[in-house]
């Protein structure tokens, strides 16, 4: 099982530690505020609580923080990620949800990236799952597709090898560039609430037909 750091304390943050902690990892909640940290963790059961700005316990470390902090958050932790396996969750759409805030070409895990010390690699995953979808796993025994994307092929593995303990299933798309197009898809997923489906209530999934 892996160790895993969460940094963040939304939605997003108790729905990925509460199904780490369900498949037998390690977790650590870290969050500028303490005290809902502490209050994160005991609602939980079985999480640590780390100081925000140390270096995280965690093999792993999530950001489950928006993408307007995330760089921000990488820079201040600086060579205490060195070898960490970096997980970028976020979403760099822009407030008229038409677009990007990322430079054209680019992505939001590209510009993370960046901002990360040289040996910590980024990996792109669970942007295209909304945090309630998450939470409740599985429907009528079905996966919930985890698409990930990252340039270093054992950054990917371990994650993968993570997404799988969660009772999920990892959909490797590429190297990180192709994080564009997962944000794209979450670009997507927006659309369907505001045109068509006009809730949060799915999830996208690949149907591999023999």
């Known amino acids: 099982m892996s160790s895993i750091s969460i940094i963040g304390l939304g939605n997003m943050a108790g729905a990925l530690a509460n199904r780490a902690l369900a498949g037998g990892n390690a977790v650590e909640i870290i969050g500028r505020d303490s005290a809902k940290a502490k209050e994160l963790a005991a609602a939980l059961g079985g999480a640590t609580v780390g100081t925000a700005g140390a270096a995280p316990a965690g093999d792993i470390v999530i950001l489950a923080v928006p993408y307007a902090s995330a760089a921000a958050v990488v820079s201040e932790y600086g060579d205490a990620l060195h070898g960490k396996v970096i997980i970028d969750i976020t979403n760099p759409v822009s407030s008229d949800f038409k677009g990007f805030v990322t430079p054209d070409g680019s992505s939001g895990a590209q510009e993370i990236t960046k901002a990360?010390?040289?040996?910590?690699?980024?990996?792109?995953?669970?942007?295209?799952?909304?945090?309630?979808?998450?939470?409740?796993?599985?429907?009528?025994?079905?996966?919930?597709?985890?698409?990930?994307?990252?340039?270093?092929?054992?950054?990917?593995?371990?994650?993968?090898?993570?997404?799988?303990?969660?009772?999920?299933?990892?959909?490797?798309?590429?190297?990180?560039?192709?994080?564009?197009?997962?944000?794209?898809?979450?670009?997507?997923?927006?659309?369907?609430?505001?045109?068509?489906?006009?809730?949060?209530?799915?999830?996208?999934?690949?149907?591999?037909l023999s």
């Not at 299933?169 to 068509?196: F, I, K, W, Y």
């Open 116 to 208: 990360a010390p040289a040996g910590a690699h980024v990996v792109k995953a669970f942007n295209t799952l909304f945090s309630h979808v998450l939470a409740a796993g599985p429907v009528e025994g079905r996966l919930l597709d985890v698409f990930i994307a990252g340039d270093d092929e054992q950054a990917k593995a371990r994650v993968s090898a993570f997404i799988e303990s969660l009772g999920l299933r990892p959909m490797d798309t590429g190297q990180l560039p192709m994080a564009r197009a997962l944000e794209n898809v979450a670009l997507l997923q927006l659309g369907l609430v505001a045109h068509s489906v006009k809730h949060t209530n799915f999830f996208l999934s690949v149907s591999i």
